[in-house]
């Protein structure tokens, strides 16, 4: 009896399962359960599709045209296809839009999208009853009326316009243009280049972590001044072998060869993008300039942070709000936009954690040294780091302290910042690891961040703005620090004093320029990143730089400098 309740439980329950799998893959292909019940299962993907597109234009000089349709049925994507730069006349994207759960049968949702003059239709093998059909600027768009198709990855769900022949789109699920809107612009302005979602977004599959790896190294690669264009951009200064101009150069492609060829040789653990990613007058459309150089991070997988410099939003193109909200977006990027109570955008903090543990090994300080001083008439040049954000990183570390001091090895800090601080100028510093070229154009007015960072025991702090300077800098610590050594204590502690260890620190190192969009010159400078390799088992911290140019240089570690040891800032003898 009980194995004949048994036998008829376990075909009761193979016959629901069934039952249950068959209506799974049923709504599947054609939506036969009910919207609420379709969009809890785990297939669905919450979000709109796109049912149709098409481009407007518009005249200034004609009343009569409109560059905004009728936004109860579009919704316009915000950049000019001609980038304001087509005198009287202007182009606009737009997209019509739905809910999938307010499609009605008499729908059709975008599927496919391509450009070009000749009906892609036209020879294609198993299109069936689909047919393309043609819209303003070469587009053509195939759309589907079949339910399934708005909940596969076949759907389009966003669309936008990125710009120039160099343009890339590393964002999952989306597919770029290799041919441009077929609009009728200008030889000189760059092309309008489409690019749409298939599919809705999906979330990371795991979190981003950075950790120490095994046998102990952290490894920083500071890349800082790259100033990329909309476009491939105009080279500044650049030069070759032998300090020889270099004809027909394209900036953003040497500048990215050039990062490409250090991420390849150096494998960085983590990648920190310290201000002046973009040329704020030469990038018109600034998320291309941005997806171009987290392009070969997200390739690669690395993780990365980035904090603005003063050019990140010059012109006006795209606030440091909004690109830090696409930054946010992105794969590997481990971007913060910070407290909103503190002055700037990019105020935040990273946590690099043990190899094994939960306790963070590295605690990295990422600061907004924001633009032009707001003073000119009293302080010249640069703003400065604001009261509300040294409190803001002063109350931070200090609430740290107790979890750092679970970690089995010395906590070390460090921090990231652009405009460089004016304790970089003091003549009575200690100049090591490379040359000061150029004058210090750092802030006028002192809000004296560096005696917080000092305070902190930050042991290094990372700076970029002035190009061709890549030195790194110990001030000499005050009368009042300097202790009398312990004949005891057997611990390694160079210092600049014989028979005493004062307190030093924090190292204030430039990274120079990489990028072949900004100034250089100054006699021969070549381009350059900074490396930071943190050794958690020695307590030791080394930094070296990478340059573009050449031969046997560029495989060599430049001014390579121990800047910590044994937990200890120290200076070299």
């Given at each position: 009896?009980a194995?004949r309740?048994?036998?008829t439980?376990?075909?009761?329950?193979?016959l629901?399962t069934a039952?249950?799998l068959?209506?799974?893959l049923?709504?599947?292909?054609?939506r036969?359960?009910?919207n609420?019940?379709?969009?809890?299962?785990?297939?669905?993907?919450v979000?709109?599709?796109?049912?149709?597109?098409?481009?407007s234009f518009?005249?200034s000089v004609?009343?009569?045209?409109?560059?905004?349709?009728?936004?109860?049925?579009?919704?316009r994507?915000e950049?000019?296809?001609?980038?304001?730069s087509g005198w009287?006349?202007?182009?606009?994207?737009h997209v019509?839009r739905?809910?999938?759960?307010?499609?009605?049968p008499?729908?059709?949702i975008?599927?496919?999208?391509?450009?070009?003059?000749l009906d892609?239709?036209?020879?294609?093998?198993?299109?069936?009853?689909?047919k393309?059909?043609?819209?303003?600027?070469?587009?053509?768009i195939?759309?589907s009326?079949?339910?399934h198709d708005?909940?596969?990855?076949?759907?389009?769900?966003?669309?936008?316009?990125?710009f120039?022949?160099?343009?890339?789109?590393?964002?999952?699920?989306?597919?770029l243009?290799?041919t441009?809107l077929?609009?009728?612009?200008d030889?000189k302005?760059?092309?309008a280049?489409?690019s749409t979602?298939?599919g809705?977004p999906?979330k990371?599959?795991?979190?981003?972590?950075?950790?120490?790896?095994?046998?102990?190294?952290?490894k920083?690669?500071?890349?800082s001044?790259?100033h990329?264009?909309?476009g491939?951009?105009a080279?500044?200064?650049a030069i070759g072998?032998?300090?020889?101009?270099?004809?027909?150069?394209?900036?953003?492609?040497?500048?990215?060869?050039?990062l490409?060829?250090?991420?390849?040789?150096?494998?960085?653990?983590?990648?920190?993008?310290?201000?002046d990613?973009?040329e704020g007058p030469t990038?018109?459309?600034?998320e291309?300039a941005?997806?171009k150089?987290?392009?070969?991070?997200i390739?690669r997988s690395?993780p990365?942070?980035a904090?603005?410099?003063?050019?990140d939003?010059?012109?006006?193109?795209?606030s440091r709000?909004?690109q830090?909200?696409l930054l946010?977006?992105?794969?590997?990027?481990?971007?913060q936009?910070g407290?909103?109570n503190?002055?700037?955008?990019?105020?935040y903090?990273?946590?690099v954690l043990?190899?094994?543990?939960?306790?963070?090994a590295?605690?990295?300080?990422?600061l907004?040294?924001?633009?032009?001083?707001?003073d000119?008439?009293?302080h010249?040049?640069?703003?400065?780091i604001?009261?509300?954000?040294i409190?803001?990183?002063?109350?931070t570390a200090?609430?740290?302290?107790?979890?750092?001091a679970?970690?089995?090895h010395i906590?070390?800090?460090?921090a990231f910042?652009h405009?460089?601080?004016?304790e970089?100028?003091?003549k009575n510093n200690?100049i090591?690891?490379g040359?000061w070229?150029?004058g210090?154009?750092?802030?006028?007015?002192n809000?004296?961040?560096?005696n917080?960072l000092?305070?902190?025991?930050?042991?290094?702090?990372?700076a970029?703005?002035d190009?061709?300077?890549d030195?790194?800098?110990?001030?000499p610590?005050p009368?009042s620090q300097l202790?009398?050594?312990?004949?005891?204590?057997?611990t390694?502690a160079?210092?600049i004093h014989?028979g005493?260890r004062p307190?030093?620190g924090?190292?204030?190192?430039?990274?120079?320029?990489s990028?072949?969009?900004?100034y250089?010159?100054?006699?021969g400078?070549?381009?350059?990143?900074?490396?930071w390799e943190?050794d958690?088992?020695?307590?030791?911290i080394v930094t070296?730089?990478?340059?573009?140019?050449?031969?046997e240089?560029?495989?060599?570690?430049i001014d390579e400098?121990v800047?910590?040891?044994g937990?200890?800032?120290?200076?070299?003898e």
């Open positions: 009896m194995k309740i048994t036998r439980l376990a075909q009761l329950g193979a629901v039952l249950l068959l209506i799974f049923a709504d599947s292909r054609y036969v359960l009910p609420r019940i379709h969009s809890a299962l785990p297939s669905h993907h979000g709109t599709v796109i049912t149709d597109l098409t481009i518009c005249s004609n009343p009569l045209s409109s560059c905004r349709l009728d936004p109860e049925q579009w919704h994507i950049k000019d296809l001609y980038l304001r009287v006349k202007s182009a606009w994207l019509k739905k809910k999938e759960e307010e499609l009605t008499e729908d059709k975008v599927v496919g999208v391509k450009i070009g003059r892609p239709g036209v020879g294609e093998k198993g299109q069936g009853s689909e393309w059909e043609s819209r303003p600027g070469g587009i053509w195939l759309r009326s079949k339910r708005s909940d596969s990855d076949k759907a389009v769900t966003s669309v936008d316009v990125l120039g022949p160099d343009a890339v789109d590393p964002r999952p699920g989306w597919r243009a290799q441009p077929l609009i009728d612009t030889k302005l760059q092309p280049r489409l979602r298939h809705q999906h990371e599959a795991r979190e981003v972590v950075p950790r120490v790896r095994k046998d102990g190294r952290f920083i690669l500071q890349i001044d790259a990329l264009s909309t491939v951009g080279c500044r200064d072998e032998n300090g020889a101009a270099s004809k027909d150069c394209e900036a953003d492609i040497r500048t990215l060869e050039f490409d060829n250090v991420l390849d040789s150096e494998t960085p653990d983590l990648v920190v993008l310290s201000g990613q973009v990038a018109p459309d600034t291309s941005i997806l150089l987290v392009d070969p991070l390739e690395i990365y942070v904090i603005f410099g003063n050019h939003d010059e012109g006006g193109h795209m709000e909004a830090m909200a946010r977006t992105l794969p590997y990027s481990l971007s936009a407290p909103q503190v002055d700037g955008v990019g105020n903090y990273i946590e043990a190899p094994s543990a939960q306790h963070s590295l605690t990295l300080y990422m907004d040294t924001h633009s032009l001083t707001p000119e008439k009293h010249k040049g640069y703003d400065w604001k009261p509300s954000q409190a803001w990183f002063q109350s200090q609430g740290l302290q107790k979890a750092h679970k970690y089995s906590h070390l800090d460090m910042i405009i460089p601080l004016p970089f100028a003091d200690l090591k690891g040359k070229i150029e210090v154009t750092a802030p006028s007015f809000s004296h961040f560096y917080a000092a305070e902190e025991g930050v042991v290094a702090v990372g970029g703005h190009h061709v300077n030195y790194c800098a110990l001030r610590p009368p202790v009398v050594r312990d004949t005891e204590d057997t390694p160079p210092s014989h005493t307190r030093l924090p190292w204030m190192c430039y990274a120079g320029a990028g072949f969009g900004g250089a010159g100054y006699g400078f070549h381009r350059r990143v900074r490396v943190v958690t088992n020695a307590r030791r070296w730089k990478r340059v573009e140019c050449c031969g240089d560029t495989k060599k570690r400098l800047i910590v040891d937990g200890r800032v120290v200076a070299p």
